[in-house]
C-alpha cells in the first residue's frame, strides 16, 4: 500500500521541490556512513525487538551494545572532521538543544501512546484494525488544521507559552487513559485523542522552528539531520519501553494454565483484568515521558528579534571554535 504513495511523492517531487539554500558539492565519507549506520541501524532494531524478545534477551542486548559502541565511534569521528557526515556541534546552541530535547521527548509520548491506543481497541474493544484507525483520524486531522494556526501564533507569541501550554494540554490529555476501561466510550477516546494531538500541535513545530533559527543559516540543513535523526532514535526507544512494559506486566500478572481448566469464566476475567493491567502500566509510562517533556518545555524562552540575530552570531561563532 506504501509503494503507490512513494512513487507519487517521488513524481510530484520532480515537479514542485526547488532548492532554497545554496548547495555545493561534497565528499561522502564512507567510514563515517558505515558507523552511522551500523551504530542507528543496530540501536534501533535492538530496541524495535523489545516488545518480542524482551529485555533480557541476548539479541537486544548485544545489538543495543554494538549500536551505542559505533554511534560513539562515529560522534568521535565527526568532532575530528573539517566536514563532517552529521555536524554535532550544532548542539552547542543551547536553543536548539533544547528544541531538540523537548520534540524528543514529545515525540516519545506521541509515536508510543499511537502505537499502544490502537492494540487496547482491538484486544480490550474487540474493534476492527480499520475502525480502530478511524478512530484516531480526527487527532491526525486536527494537527494538520492546527499546524498553520500554530505558526502564526509562533510569529506573534513566540515558543515560550505555545510549548507550556501545548505540553499542558497533552499530560492532561494523556493522564485519562490510565483509567481506561472495557467499557470507556469510544467518543471519550477521540476527544481525548484530539486534545494531545492539539497539544501536540502547539508543541513540535514551533520548538523545531525556535531551534533552526538559533542557527546559523549554513547549519540548518545539518540542524534538520541532527533533529531528524534524534528524533527518530527517541521514538523507537519510547515505543520499545511501552510495548515492552505491557507485554512484561500482562506476563507477569495472567493466570496460571491450571485455572482455564478448573474455573475458565475466572480464568477469563483475570486474563482480562491482566491485559488492562498491562495498557494501564504502558501509558503510566506515556504520563511520565509527558512530564519529562513538560519539564523540559519551562527552559523554552522567547528571544527578540535583534537577540535572535545576535544569538545566530554567538551560534556560528561557538561552532568556528569547536572546529579549531
Known amino acids: 500500500m506504501i509503494i503507490p504513495i512513494v512513487i507519487v511523492v517521488l513524481v510530484a517531487a520532480v515537479f514542485f521541490m526547488h532548492p532554497v539554500i545554496k548547495t555545493r558539492k561534497t565528499k561522502l565519507d564512507v567510514l563515517s556512513l558505515i558507523e552511522s549506520t551500523l551504530g542507528f541501524g543496530a540501536i534501533l532494531y535492538g530496541f524495535s525487538s523489545v516488545g518480542d524478545d524482551g529485555w533480557g534477551s541476548p539479541i537486544v542486548i548485544s545489538t543495543i551494545i554494538i549500536g551505542l559502541v559505533f554511534i560513539v565511534l562515529f560522534g568521535i569521528r565527526q568532532l575530528r572532521m573539517d566536514e563532517p557526515f552529521l555536524e554535532l556541534r550544532v548542539f552547542k546552541v543551547k536553543k536548539f538543544s533544547v528544541a531538540a530535547a523537548l520534540s524528543s521527548a514529545t515525540n516519545m509520548a506521541m509515536v508510543g501512546v499511537e502505537m499502544i491506543l490502537p492494540l487496547y481497541l482491538q484486544i480490550v474493544k474487540g474493534m476492527s484494525a480499520f475502525h480502530s484507525g478511524l478512530t484516531l483520524l480526527p487527532g491526525a486531522l486536527l494537527i494538520g488544521v492546527m499546524s498553520p494556526i500554530t505558526g502564526r501564533a509562533f510569529d506573534k507569541y513566540g515558543p515560550k507559552d ?119 502500566a504502558a501509558f503510566a509510562v506515556a504520563i511520565l515521558f509527558c512530564l519529562i517533556a513538560f519539564g523540559i518545555s519551562f527552559m523554552v524562552k522567547n528571544s527578540s528579534k535583534s537577540k535572535s540575530i545576535d544569538m545566530t552570531k554567538d551560534a556560528a561563532a561557538a561552532v568556528k571554535a569547536g572546529d579549531k
Open 162 to 280: 505555545l510549548a507550556r501550554m501545548g505540553m499542558f494540554l497533552l499530560t492532561a490529555g494523556t493522564i485519562p487513559f490510565l483509567f481506561l476501561t472495557k467499557d470507556t466510550p469510544v467518543l471519550d477516546i477521540v476527544i481525548l485523542y484530539m486534545i494531545r494531538m492539539f497539544g501536540i500541535s502547539m508543541v513540535m513545530m514551533p520548538t523545531t522552528t525556535d531551534g533552526m533559527n538559533a542557527l546559523p543559516f549554513d547549519l540548518m540543513s545539518h540542524g534538520t539531520a541532527v533533529n531528524n535523526t534524534v528524533r527518530q532514535v527517541f521514538s523507537s526507544m519510547g515505543t520499545a519501553i511501552l510495548i515492552s512494559i505491557l507485554t512484561n506486566v500482562t506476563n507477569a500478572t495472567k493466570p496460571g494454565k491450571g485455572l482455564l481448566h478448573s474455573a475458565p469464566l475466572q480464568y477469563k476475567d483475570d486474563f482480562f483484568n491482566a491485559t488492562l493491567g498491562g495498557y494501564h
